[in-house]
């Protein structure tokens, strides 16, 4: 019988330092539901149908991706911008070829600004960081700021200007642009996506002031507009919240993924993270309560997790509302009581003991009331949430957009600017973009691609990248900083300033002027004005934020009374839509890093799927790859089924930005599009769903079971394939957690598993090896790792800067599918508990550079050594490609190129990629070289300045990426450095550490800071 199968009525303890007691492993450690499943019911709904279908994913493709893509940047794009951009250090006289130049610029995102270090290679972007002198990034990045590189140099970017299909000049367009500005602006509307530029935010004053009929729109596809709208009703004015995380010791989020794929998640990530550093048992550490639908990143981090579906999230506010009211917040709330009182009793008393240091957030999709009552209550608990005026930003407003849209399908525009936006796409289905569209006699689109909507606009104009034009944007709170340019335009792009300035001012204006005209104007008002804009190129952003928080009063009175009651059918689901965390609503759907990066929790490439729960594959008959049709009204969509932990019951959630029609050979019709079931009443969840199984399959490509060390055979004590329960009983060792009470009790605790492996406790770890050390390690510098995974979210950008340092290929769907994914770090996600509601426990693994490496002595070619400060190599022209040395791994981490990836490729290839790491052709390893590269760039400059490297000279990809600053990097010589500091805490394990083989990479145990009213075996926290 299946364990699945099992009602689980209690809690079951599933932190490592409890599974002593055989009798826990009915629901303890598994890493995929196949794991805990009967080999039936394997058959019947996990195992995936067979298919060898490459679904236009070739090989072939991605050869003519880089190829084009490197051609067309090497023959056009090799000059610097003309305008003096200022270097982010201080640079030498002149330019010296192969020495990198670094540049502060600005990534705009939605009504965001993400600050950012541009890596410049002889006037040539290739590698993106944070800023640390940035608020928002604070010096990390994420996967989309990582894979952006690759966006510009893609080569299905639009090129230059074309009308009705045609090329045409420039001057073209600028003859239309200035035509339109002889009127008063009526039958003239702009729409554009969401901006917080203080050029653009000028542009559209002058606008409105010179063409007083025209109208300008604001749509997103995702956005916060009832967040907005709540607050207004809490504090009658709309304001955006910036959430001060570091002053937060209780968090409890409902239907909030902040960690993951919601706006702001490097700060958020950075300033949470602040409080789960432990340094040992007297630390402290803040809490955090996730209530959803489906597992996030979020989630998955959670020390109380509760599965509850999107509709309920109202009435279990209403609860906690409730019970706040019982522990003496004034609130207005009625008697609440479910079957998840327990939890919401426990995170009540928690947010009412830590009053000021206690918040509640609610995710944006939910309806303005909820966010309206969440906004009074964080009111009265002293919340530590700053509120900032929102007037200096363009945010997205459905109401206008219906507006706009009934007046193009009544004829009353004539002439339509869209700027950035895709709305014949991700609009509501009720909406009908399309159709509206064409009745407007003249569009105009600004594209970076020609997608959905150029394809039925009679103007398609190339958009600039980021990288190659002047710009500006401004934080939540009010810091602005500059767009500069690291090249010039590839494909003869333009920026929105270039399209608009024709329109307002009847004249073409440069973007360089026009951004630095509204600083002087507005922005940089004392002093030296030129002086001062240097300082901001070189630094990134202007010294003062230009408006500063606003203290806030409750309009209106705190009551459940204003939330709203759902109801779902018998037999019928709801549907959630969500952002998904590779192309978010679709603008990055022709970026291959991103479409192959295996997404948190499902693992799951180059796809996205209906996410079901294991209960509703029973019960329906559901196959893994399976096709449903699912409907809402008149709407329907087909789409396969994936069997997913911690999915509701109630449930069905869909990812959004797949299913694309456009002009990208990586995205074009990867995935399926759900956007035709969103309506503009419901455009986060819709109730009363109804699914049909068909009976056809569909290959889906998931990594989770790829690369498994808890079922390596060669790995484990004995040579004999390992039974479920064996290999169950080994991830413990492999990811280490457990409570924060009993660590601080048992500080030691670690320790003393580590210990139980050792063969003969009088004898040293060293006298145990498998080989004897020929290289004395306590000499010179020797780099380690340390990697906490208590901080980690599993947000995949130490996977994606990874790929973008050291050229690792993209291989597509059919390659994932066999299970030769490239990636040089993996994130393995561990589950524990009840399969409906599990425990998740995440972990970067790359090579661990084992001191006594197993690879180097099986190289019949020596391509594997070891280096003087203890880096396991690769020589990669030596390499003859036996795979003896990933036969050898104990940690599979070692990638073996299949195919030949670069044998179509000009030379000029290595222009688009890190000119710092060599190519690698067919049948040649690949691993993780703790950025080797980068270790020789500082051992350099040291030398050349006559001293020894010191700790934070440089930083690793994966290091410098990381928002939760969960990996150190440096020398373990050094008592002082942060990684030896990581490693002398005594949470320090290494993985497999029986084997002798020493690892350089280290981890630091898990610990989740539960609360005991939710530990005991009576607990109810998870959704039945």
């Not at 991706?65 to 911008?81: H, N, T």
Request: glycine share 6%; net charge neutral.
């Amino acid at each position: 019988m299946s364990q699945i199968e099992k009602k689980n009525q209690e809690f079951v303890k599933t932190n490592s330092h409890v599974l002593e007691d055989t009798t826990n492993q009915e629901f303890g450690y598994w890493k995929s539901l196949k794991d805990i499943s009967s080999e039936d019911d394997y058959n019947r709904f996990l195992k995936q149908s067979e298919h060898n279908v490459d679904n236009g994913l070739s090989r072939r493709n991605f050869l003519s991706l880089i190829a084009a893509s490197v051609a067309l940047a090497g023959l056009e794009g090799c000059k610097k911008p003309v305008q003096k951009i200022i270097p982010y250090v201080e640079a030498e006289i002149g330019t010296i070829p192969g020495i990198p130049k670094y540049y502060a610029s600005t990534l705009p995102f939605k009504n965001n600004a993400l600050g950012v270090v541009i890596e410049n290679h002889d006037e040539r972007p290739v590698k993106v960081e944070g800023n640390e002198k940035h608020p928002t990034t604070l010096g990390k990045s994420n996967s989309f700021a990582q894979a952006s590189t690759l966006e510009m140099y893609d080569p299905d970017r639009a090129r230059g200007v074309k009308f009705e299909g045609n090329k045409v000049d420039w001057n073209e367009y600028l003859k239309f642009a200035k035509s339109l500005n002889d009127g008063n602006g009526k039958g003239l509307a702009v729409l554009m996506q969401e901006s917080s530029s203080p050029t653009i935010k000028s542009i559209q004053e002058d606008f409105k002031k010179n063409l007083p009929n025209a109208d300008w729109v604001v749509y997103e596809s995702v956005n916060n507009e009832n967040l907005y709208d709540g607050i207004g009703l809490a504090f009658s004015k709309r304001l955006q919240p910036l959430y001060r995380l570091e002053k937060a010791q209780i968090i409890v989020s409902l239907g909030s993924d902040f960690l993951g794929v919601d706006d702001n998640n490097i700060y958020h990530t950075r300033k949470f993270a602040q409080n789960r550093n432990i340094v040992d048992e007297n630390s402290t550490m803040n809490r955090l309560y996730v209530a959803e639908s489906s597992i996030s990143s979020t989630g998955s981090s959670a020390d109380h997790r509760l599965n509850v579906p999107q509709h309920e999230m109202e009435n279990l506010l209403a609860e906690l509302a409730y019970e706040l009211k019982q522990l003496g917040l004034r609130i207005e709330a009625k008697k609440v009581k479910s079957s998840n009182n327990l939890w919401v009793k426990a995170a009540a008393k928690d947010l009412f003991d830590g009053r000021g240091e206690s918040i509640i957030i609610g995710g944006s999709s939910l309806s303005k009331e909820f966010h309206q009552l969440i906004a009074l209550i964080n009111y009265n608990l002293k919340a530590p949430v700053d509120y900032y005026p929102l007037n200096m930003s363009q945010v997205s407003s459905i109401k206008n957009f219906e507006s706009l849209c009934n007046d193009m399908k009544n004829g009353k525009i004539n002439n339509l600017i869209i700027l950035g936006a895709n709305p014949v796409y991700d609009s509501p289905a009720d909406f009908d973009f399309a159709e509206s569209l064409k009745k407007v006699k003249n569009s105009v689109h600004l594209t970076n691609i020609i997608d959905e909507t150029s394809k039925l606009c009679s103007w398609n104009i190339a958009m600039n990248h980021y990288f190659e034009c002047w710009g500006d944007a401004m934080t939540y709170d009010g810091h602005v900083s500059i767009v500069q340019p690291q090249i010039m335009p590839l494909f003869d792009s333009k920026s929105i300033i270039q399209i608009l300035s024709p329109i307002v001012y009847s004249k073409e204006q440069s973007a360089y002027d026009t951004v630095k005209n509204v600083w002087k104007s507005n922005i940089i008002k004392s002093g030296n004005f030129d002086r001062e804009w240097d300082k901001v190129l070189h630094d990134g952003l202007y010294k003062k934020p230009i408006f500063k928080k606003l203290n806030v009063r409750p309009a209106s009175k705190i009551s459940t009374a204003v939330l709203n009651n759902y109801s779902l059918d018998n037999d019928k689901f709801e549907i959630v839509f969500c952002p998904s965390s590779s192309v978010y609503d679709g603008r990055y759907a022709n970026n291959g890093w991103l479409q192959e990066i295996p997404k948190p929790i499902t693992s799951l490439t180059w796809d996205n799927a209906a996410l079901i729960s294991m209960k509703v594959a029973k019960k329906l008959n559901i196959k893994n790859g399976q096709m449903l049709e699912i409907s809402v009204g008149d709407n329907t969509i087909n789409i396969p089924a994936f069997i997913t932990p911690g999915q509701n019951q109630k449930s069905i959630t869909l990812e959004l930005g797949y299913g694309r029609k456009f002009n990208g050979r990586i995205g074009n019709e990867v995935g399926f599009n759900v956007y035709p079931l969103r309506s503009s009443d419901s455009p986060s969840f819709i109730l009363n769903g109804s699914i049909k199984v068909l009976n056809e399959t569909y290959p889906l490509a998931s990594t989770q079971d790829h690369h498994g060390l808890e079922d390596d055979k060669y790995a484990a004590p004995g040579f004999d394939d390992l039974a479920n329960k064996e290999a169950q009983s080994r991830i413990p060792e492999l990811v280490k957690q457990s409570t924060f009470d009993y660590y601080k009790d048992n500080p030691d605790w670690v320790q003393k598993k580590v210990e139980q492996h050792k063969p003969d406790k009088n004898r040293s770890w060293a006298d145990h090896s498998m080989y004897n050390p020929d290289w004395d390690y306590s000499k010179g510098p020797q780099w380690g790792m340390s990697i906490d995974l208590t901080s980690c979210t599993s947000c995949n950008a130490c996977s994606i800067a990874c790929q973008s340092e050291n050229n690792i290929p993209v291989v597509g769907k059919q390659q994932v599918m066999n299970g030769r994914e490239m990636h040089w770090i993996r994130i393995d996600n561990y589950f524990a508990g009840d399969p409906d509601n599990p425990e998740v426990s995440t972990q970067s693994v790359a090579c661990v550079h084992c001191e006594l490496a197993p690879c180097e002595s099986v190289c019949p070619v020596a391509a594997t050594t070891h280096s003087s400060d203890g880096v396991n190599q690769m020589t990669y022209n030596r390499c003859l490609g036996t795979r003896y040395c990933a036969n050898n791994c104990p940690y599979k981490v070692r990638k073996f190129n299949f195919y030949n990836y670069t044998k179509d490729l000009p030379e000029v290839v290595q222009m688009a990629m890190n000119p710092d790491v060599s190519i690698r052709f067919r049948g040649v390893m690949e691993k993780c070289t703790y950025c080797y590269q980068r270790i020789s760039s500082a051992r350099i400059t040291a030398e050349n300045e006559g001293r020894e490297i010191k700790d934070g000279d440089f930083q690793v990809a994966c290091q410098q990426s990381c928002p939760a600053d969960a990996i150190k990097f440096g020398d373990i010589n050094d008592p002082n450095s942060e990684v030896s500091k990581a490693k002398r805490r005594n949470r320090d394990y290494a993985l497999l550490a029986h084997l002798g083989t020493a690892p350089r990479t280290t981890y630091l145990a898990k610990i989740r800071n539960q609360n005991p009213m939710l530990v005991s075996k009576s607990q109810n926290g998870s959704y039945q």
